[in-house]
């Protein structure tokens, strides 16, 4: 992606890792594969090497069946379809704009777009109850001190770990704050979504916030890569490489 700068950063007792939705789901082989996500492990796994298990949070994207963004919970919508208000102008529980799996009616659909604007469908991924839905293999809820569960809401996408997509929060940034977290490091997938969004939110928090480049992979749908760079540098958040992080 490009872009990170090359000085140093010393790793100090006021610094946590954020590891974002690092699932099978979003890797090579699940329901909503990122390009060389996979490779993405052993650089989050290096990482922790830096900060003590009690300095180390984590998110996970988990969907019931029938979940609002996901294209099966439609007929006729393929994944990557955007939805908008106008588009579902009119819908109506009497016709088959949703599926038989839908866990929301039209109007639960009209009253999010009308907050959210935009919608984009998803193939299904990270689905209760499956593998997908929990932390990768390689890393172990023992690894964290918090792991936020988020996308659990039929009615509500969530993106980011400490708000979902109708700007609820999480706790999560009230639990960093009082455990003296004051600068925020985050990896996980992907970049331009789920990991962009709580980058976002981490300073709109307060924290200082980087991104760990080589940590993370887009999903690079046409545009997102360049727009999330953009709005993380209007908010002042550093894009940086694993290499610069040393101990003190």
């Known amino acids: 992606m490009g872009g990170s ?10 610094d946590a890792v954020l590891d974002v939705d690092v699932q099978t789901t979003f890797m090579p082989g699940g329901g909503l594969p ?12 290096k990482v922790h090497g830096f900060f003590p ?10 969907h019931p069946k029938g979940h609002i963004s996901l294209a099966s919970s439609y007929v006729g919508h393929e994944p990557g379809t955007v939805l908008t208000e106008e588009m579902v102008a009119g819908w109506t529980n009497g ?15 009209d009253e999010y777009l009308a907050k959210v604007k935009t919608q984009i469908l998803w193939p299904d991924h990270a689905i209760a109850g ?19 569960v988020k996308g659990t809401d039929t009615r509500c996408d969530s993106y980011s770990a400490f708000r979902d997509n109708l700007r609820r929060p999480t706790g999560l940034a009230d639990a960093m704050r009082e455990h003296g ?28 916030a980087y991104v760990i480049e ?10 997102t890569v360049d727009k999330m760079r953009a709005d993380l540098a209007a908010k002042g ?5 694993s290499v610069q992080l040393v101990r003190p």
């Open 5 to 14: 700068t090359h000085s140093e950063i010393a790793v100090t007792s006021d």
């Open 34 to 45: 990122v390009v060389e996500g996979d490779l993405i492990v052993p650089v989050v796994k």
């Open 53 to 62: 298990p009690w300095r180390r949070y984590a998110s996970l994207d988990r």
């Open 95 to 109: 016709h088959r704009h949703l599926s038989e799996q839908a866990n929301f009616c039209c109007g639960d659909l």
């Open 130 to 148: 499956t593998a997908e839905a929990e932390l990768h293999p390689e890393l172990s809820g023992a690894d964290h001190r918090i792991v936020v």
């Open 181 to 208: 977290v004051k600068r925020l490091f985050l990896t996980g997938l992907a970049f331009d979504f789920c990991v962009g969004w709580s980058a976002l939110d981490a300073a709109d928090e307060g924290f200082e």
């Open 214 to 223: 080589d940590a993370t992979r887009p999903v690079n749908r046409p545009g």
């Open 237 to 241: 958040v550093r894009i940086i490489s």
